[in-house]
């Protein structure tokens, strides 16, 4: 058990340019989220996988945002025309499904997105 | 819509004192789950101590335990023998039940704990 790791860990772009992450969550989970945390707040959900299914979509992420799960192991979220709104921690997550634990979320380190 | 609140955005203690953080929540559902997370600096998120709504024990997890009072929709947690190492943001959190078809959690704004030496 690796832990859910994030990259890059660090993100400069320029406003208007299109950045991706990528999320590699712990191996045996079938869940997979996606959170954003701006400075001096707690993360806020954006959107959430089973597998490779996108199940769930928050209002925060526009149509400039794009996630994907293609084979329902690792997943990427794609930021197009990036605005400096953007600039935030994005954080992945992973759980399992079914009873016992699993409704505990392990995070990643998370992607600290910088737009100038 | 549910949310949480910890109205204490920084709190300090001294090293090996006891302090308790604050959060309360909003939900009509009845069966739901609450979570203490731990954000060291340019660390990332690490679960505390977690608690179900169906049970009346308050979890407790070495020196850390919570006071979760259902009626009141709060959950506090406390810290006792606090270590330099306990320094960190802390944030509360709320998982709806599995029922409500989300597994999402809301997450309060956090407090952000000193440890004094």
């Known amino acids: 058990d690796t832990g859910v790791s994030q990259n890059p860990r660090h993100k400069i772009t320029k406003r208007g340019q299109n950045v991706t992450f990528r999320c590699d969550p712990i191996?045996?989970?079938?869940?997979l989220y996606w959170y954003r945390q701006t400075l001096g707040q707690g993360p806020e959900f954006l959107t959430y996988?089973?597998?490779?299914?996108?199940?769930?979509k928050s209002r925060l992420l526009s149509d400039r945002f794009s996630a994907e799960r293609p084979k329902g192991s690792f997943s990427t979220l794609e930021i197009q025309r990036t605005e400096q709104g953007d600039s935030a921690m994005y954080l992945c997550?992973?759980?399992?499904?079914?009873?016992?634990?699993?409704?505990?979320?392990?995070f990643g380190p998370g992607t600290r997105l910088t737009v100038t | 819509a549910q949310t949480v609140t910890q109205s204490q955005p920084e709190m300090s203690v001294q090293e090996a004192e006891t302090v308790t953080l604050s959060c309360t929540y909003d939900?009509?559902?009845?069966?739901?789950?609450l979570f203490w997370y731990k954000q060291p600096p340019s660390r990332q998120m690490i679960l505390v101590i977690r608690?179900?709504?169906?049970?009346?024990q308050n979890a407790t997890e070495n020196r850390f335990s919570v006071n979760f009072q259902k009626a009141a929709k709060s959950f506090s947690l406390k810290i006792s023998d606090s270590q330099l190492g306990d320094a960190a943001m802390y944030f509360c959190?709320?998982?709806?039940?599995?029922?409500?078809?989300?597994?999402?959690?809301?997450f309060g704004t956090g407090t952000r704990l000193k440890v004094l030496a």
């Open positions: 997550a992973s759980s399992k499904s079914g009873g016992g634990s699993s409704y505990e979320q392990y």
């Open positions: 191996s045996e989970h079938n869940r």
């Open positions: 996988f089973q597998n490779e299914a996108q199940l769930e």
């Open positions: 939900t009509s559902e009845s069966d739901y789950y």
């Open positions: 608690q179900e709504a169906y049970k009346q």
């Open positions: 959190a709320y998982r709806p039940p599995n029922t409500s078809g989300t597994y999402k959690y809301i």
